[in-house]
């Protein structure tokens, strides 16, 4: 299994500009999470999936960001646009949400945002 | 509300020193439990889990136990070596199908030689 797929890792912008931020969770697990993390927040949940539906986006930060899930395989977080303060590391992660309820999560890689 | 809170590092311990890191949560119902380990530059990975009261997670030297009557969930090791220098993060799921993860702030550990 190739886990959960992030692209890209690393991306370097500057403010102002349209970000996009791709994830491909583990083929079958039917939730998806966007976390970002930094020094100063820590792991902040943004939005999470279930069944391709928004199910919580109190996470996210300002109408700035977005994020959708077009099919069970995709994912995108796009920031329009970006600010300095927008920079951190961005986790996709995945789950297999049963009836039992039981959600482990598995985290992608990360994708290392920095806004100029 | 449901949460999770944990020991604030850094921790800095020496070669083959014990571990402890506490972790304490408030939850509705009978959550679920975990341990995630972060090193550096990568992503969360479970270290170890706990369904149900009393039970013993295991992993990689590491061990907690799911104390219903404390709400702890404390991680141990008795021995711990330079390449368990990471973050490690507590961790609660509800039980309920489509919800998330519910983590503590993350500890540093630093292990020197």
């Known amino acids: 299994d190739a886990g959960v797929i992030q692209s890209p890792r690393h991306e370097v912008t500057e403010m102002g500009q349209e970000v996009t931020l791709r994830c491909k969770p583990i083929?079958?697990?039917?939730?998806l999470f966007w976390y970002r993390q930094t020094m100063m927040r820590g792991l902040e949940l943004l939005i999470y999936?279930?069944?391709?539906?928004?199910?919580?986006d109190s996470g996210m930060p300002e109408d700035r960001f977005s994020a959708k899930m077009p099919n069970a395989s995709f994912s995108t977080l796009k920031i329009q646009p970006s600010e300095p303060r927008d920079s951190a590391v961005y986790f996709c992660?995945?789950?297999?949400?049963?009836?039992?309820?039981?959600?482990?999560?598995?985290f992608g890689p990360g994708t290392r945002l920095t806004v100029l | 509300g449901d949460s999770v809170t944990q020991m604030e590092g850094p921790v800095t311990l020496s070669e083959e020193a014990f571990l402890t890191i506490n972790c304490t949560y408030t939850?509705?119902?009978?959550?679920?439990l975990f341990w995630y380990v972060q090193y550096p530059g990568e992503g969360l990975q479970l270290l170890l889990k706990?369904?149900?009261?009393?039970d013993k997670g295991s992993n990689k030297g590491f061990e907690a136990t799911y104390r219903k009557e404390t709400t702890s969930f404390h991680l141990e090791k008795g021995s711990v070596q330079v390449s368990d220098s990471a973050v490690y993060f507590c961790?609660?799921?509800?039980?309920?199908?489509?919800?998330?993860?519910?983590f503590g702030k993350g500890t540093t550990l630093s292990v020197s030689s």
């Open positions: 992660a995945s789950s297999h949400s049963g009836t039992s309820g039981y959600n482990e999560q598995f």
């Open positions: 083929s079958g697990h039917n939730s």
């Open positions: 999936f279930n069944n391709n539906v928004p199910i919580d």
């Open positions: 939850a509705t119902g009978y959550p679920s």
């Open positions: 706990a369904t149900k009261a009393d």
């Open positions: 961790a609660l799921s509800l039980n309920q199908a489509g919800t998330a993860l519910i």
